[in-house]
C-alpha cells in the first residue's frame, strides 16, 4: 500500500469517516475521534510522504476549510445567532417566553408538540432552523423538564427533513440543481410524495410524543431530567423586565431578513431571469451569502430596539458578540474537523466508488432499486456527513439511467436518494445539521447522536420496507399507508416491551 491509488476510489476512501464515528460513539468525545479520521485519511493520501501528510491536514486540510467562502459564511452566520440568542437572554425575552408559555403551555406534551411545530414552520433553512427553534423552545422545554437531547433530536427532526419537502427552502434549491436536462424543481416536487424517510420522520415525532414513552439511550436522559428540580424562578427574577416581544421580534427579523437575503444573492433584485421571480432565486441562491446578510440585518434592528427601548444599554448589548461566539465555539470546532474530514474522503475519491457501485448494479433488479439507493445513499451520507454531496454523487445517476427508460420509477429512486442522504445525514455525528441541533439544544454532541440513533434508525427500517413496496407499485398512497401502518405497529411492539421491562 505505498501507492496511493490503490487507496482512492476504493472502500478505503470511507474507512476514515467510518473510523471517527466508531471512535465518537464507543468513547463520547467527538474532537480526537474526528481528528484520528483525519489523520488516517491523511495517511492514506500521502503514501508515506510526510510533507504531503502534513500539507492534508493543515495547509489542504483544516486551513482550506477555514478559508473557503461558503464554510466562512456558515461560521459567521453561527456566531451571529449566538449573538443573538446571548441577546435575548440578555434582555429577558427568553424568560418572558418562558413565564408566556407556563400560561399558555400545560403540559411536557404540550411543550414537545409546539416545538415540532414551530420546527416545521421554519423551512427556509436547516441551519436556521436549528438555531432558532433551539433559542426559541429551550427555556419551555427547560420549564417543563423535557432533556435537552429530546429537545435535541426534535429540533434535529425538524431541520433537513422538513427542507427536504419544502420546495421553497435552500434544499430544494440545492437538489434541482444537481439534475441536469430535466426540470429539477418539478421534479423535486413530483418525488415529495415518495419521500418516506422525512414525512415517517415528522410522523415519528407526534407519536412517540403523543404515546408518551422513549426507548433506547433517550429513556435514561429523559428520565433523568425529570427528577431534576427546575430553575424556572432564578432565571425569571434575573430578567422580569423583559418581555415577549424582546423575543419575538428579534425572530421575526431573523425570518425576514434571511428570506430576502436569500433572494437577493440569488439575483431576485438584479436584472436576469431571477429578477421579480421568487422561486428562480431560491432556487440560484447562495445559502452562506443570504444567511449572513438576514442574521447580520437582523442583529443590527435588534441592538437599535433595544436600545431606544432601554432594555438594554448599547455597551451591554457590544459584551453579548463575545458570549454569542464562545456560546458557538464548541460547534465551530466540530463543524472545522468534520469539513476537514469531508475533505479528505473527497480526496480520496469516495464518490468515485459509489458511483461506480450505484452504476454497477442498476441494470438489476430494477424494482429493488429505490430500495437499494435509499440504502447507499444513507450509508455515503452517514459516512461522509453530507447529505448535498450524496445529492451531487447519485442524482446525475439515477437521471442517467432512468430518464429515457421508466419515468416513473426515477421520480421514486430520486425520492429515495434524496431520503437516504436526509437519514445518513440525521444519524452522522460529523453531519453538519446534527452539529447544529446539539449547538441549538445546548446539549453534548454525542449525547444527542447516541439517544437519536436509535429513533432514526427505526424510521429508517421502515423506511427501507416501504421503498420495497414502492418498487413494485410505483403507488405513493399504498406505499405511504403501508409504511405508516408499520411504523406504528412498530412503535406500539416497543412500547408494549418498553412498559414490560419496568
Known sequence: MNDASTMIGTFWSLLPPIVAIALALITKEVYSSLFIGIVIGAI????????????????????????????????????????????????????????????????????????????????????????????VMRPVTDKYKVSREKLAYIIDSTAAPICIIMPISSWAAAVSGFVKGEDGLSLFIKAIPYNFYALFTILMMFLIVSLNFEYGTMKKFEENSEKKASNEDKESKKALKGTVFDLVF???????????????????????????????????????????????????LTIILYTIRKVLTFSESMACIPDGFKAMVPAILILTLAWTLKGVTDTLGAATYVKGLVEGNAGSFLNFMPALIFAIGAFLAFSTGTSWGTF???????????????????????????????????????????????????????????????????????SFVTYLVAGFTRNALISFVTGAALLVGVLLFIKKKVSNNK
Request: aromatic share 10%.
Open 44 to 135: 492514506f493520501i500521502s503514501a508515506g510522504s510526510f510533507p504531503t501528510f502534513l500539507s492534508s491536514i493543515f495547509s489542504d486540510g483544516i486551513v482550506k476549510q477555514l478559508s473557503s467562502s461558503g464554510n466562512a459564511g456558515i461560521l459567521v452566520f453561527l456566531v451571529v445567532l449566538g449573538t443573538m440568542v446571548a441577546l435575548m437572554n440578555k434582555a429577558g425575552g427568553s424568560a418572558a417566553f418562558g413565564r408566556w408559555a407556563k400560561a399558555h403551555i400545560k403540559s411536557r406534551i404540550g411543550a414537545q408538540i409546539a416545538t415540532i411545530c414551530l420546527g416545521i414552520l421554519i423551512f427556509i433553512d436547516d441551519y436556521f432552523n436549528c438555531l432558532t427553534v433551539g433559542s
Open 250 to 300: 428579534p425572530i421575526i427579523s431573523l425570518i425576514v431578513f434571511c428570506t430576502l437575503g436569500m433572494i437577493y444573492s440569488g439575483g431576485f433584485f438584479e436584472d436576469g431571469e431571477a429578477k421579480g421571480n421568487f422561486i428562480t432565486a431560491f432556487a440560484n441562491s447562495d445559502a452562506s451569502v443570504g444567511l449572513v446578510l438576514g442574521s447580520f440585518a437582523a442583529l443590527i
Open 392 to 462: 451531487g454523487i447519485l442524482i446525475p445517476i439515477i437521471v442517467d439511467v432512468f430518464a429515457e427508460t421508466d419515468y416513473s420509477l426515477m421520480i421514486v429512486s430520486i425520492s429515495a436518494c434524496m431520503a437516504g442522504a436526509v437519514c445518513g445525514d440525521h444519524c452522522s455525528p460529523i453531519s453538519d445539521t446534527t452539529i447544529m441541533a446539539s449547538a441549538g439544544a445546548q446539549c453534548q454532541h454525542v449525547n444527542h447522536v447516541s439517544t437519536q440513533l436509535p429513533y432514526a434508525m427505526t424510521v429508517a427500517s421502515v
